[in-house]
């Protein structure tokens, strides 16, 4: 069992920075876990925004954020992280992290692929 808590949403001017971070607890070994970031705006739907491998070796991302946006994990201190850069106001949502435990070096990009989800944490860009 592991818990997800994010942190680090905020309100930000359009072409700002924020770093989320995700922090895991509960028994369990970080390492053996592969996490994904996903994203649900107002009215839409939940949409996959960024994954990682369990060794951090891997990630991949959603198209609208790639050269923006990058995720990184320490796994010595149960923490993933989400660097957003030039924010848009399509950006605006709560972002969730969720993990999935993995035996390998695998990515997930499906919400249904993952486990544990933290409770989200709200990121506002202004237009």
């Known amino acids: 069992q592991v818990q997800l808590v994010e942190s680090g949403g905020g309100l930000v001017q359009a072409g700002g920075s924020l770093r989320l971070s995700c922090a895991a607890s509960?028994?369990?070994?970080?390492?053996?876990?592969?996490v994904g970031w996903f994203r649900q705006a107002p009215g839409k739907e939940r949409e996959f925004v960024a994954a990682?491998?369990?060794?951090?070796?891997?990630?991949s991302y959603v198209d609208s954020v790639k050269g923006r946006f990058t995720m990184s994990r320490d796994n010595a201190k149960n923490t993933v992280y989400l660097q957003m850069n030039s924010l848009k106001p399509e950006d605006t949502a709560v972002y969730y992290c969720?993990?999935?435990?993995?035996?390998?070096?695998?990515?997930?990009?499906?919400?249904?692929?993952?486990?544990?989800w933290g409770q989200g944490t709200q990121v506002t860009v202004p237009s």
């Open positions: 990682i491998s369990r060794g951090g070796s891997r990630t």
């Open positions: 969720a993990a999935r435990l993995v035996s390998t070096a695998a990515i997930y990009t499906t919400g249904d692929e993952y486990t544990y």
């Open positions: 509960g028994r369990t070994s970080f390492n053996s876990y592969a």
